[in-house]
């Protein structure tokens, strides 16, 4: 790979160092409340998880609460097909008796070994 040198200018500087020092306050703010992950760098899916502690956490809400709530499911069997780093896969974990993540994509076998 041929190293190519990269000039920023002050505001490019500054912003750089005040998004890593938000990412590091939010790290620190959910490392406590949400699981560890492996993630990839650059990667939307990875940015979002390090700044809201969980990728789509407001749709994963609210699929559980409508299995739990409307269909009555609070024990059971899931698969997660696609499981991608296994964001999904670790949300239902924690509430299902048996969970399930499948993923044929080479990238992200490395995550689940």
Excluded at 76 to 87: K, L, M, P, S, Y
Aim: glycine residues 6%; proline residues 2%.
């Amino acid at each position: 790979m041929k190293y190519v040198s990269r000039k920023s200018s002050g505001v490019e500087k500054i912003i750089k160092t005040l998004a890593v020092k938000l990412n590091v306050f939010y790290a620190r703010r959910y490392v406590k409340d949400y699981p560890q992950m492996a993630v990839y760098a650059f990667d939307e899916i990875g940015i979002n998880i390090n700044n809201n502690g969980r990728y789509e956490r407001q749709i994963l809400e609210a699929a559980m609460d409508f299995l739990v709530n409307s269909i009555g499911i609070r024990t059971g069997v899931c698969f997660d097909v696609g499981a991608n780093i296994g964001n999904h896969a670790l949300y239902f974990d924690d509430f299902l008796a048996k969970f399930t993540a499948l993923n044929q994509t080479p990238r992200f076998l490395i995550c689940w070994r």
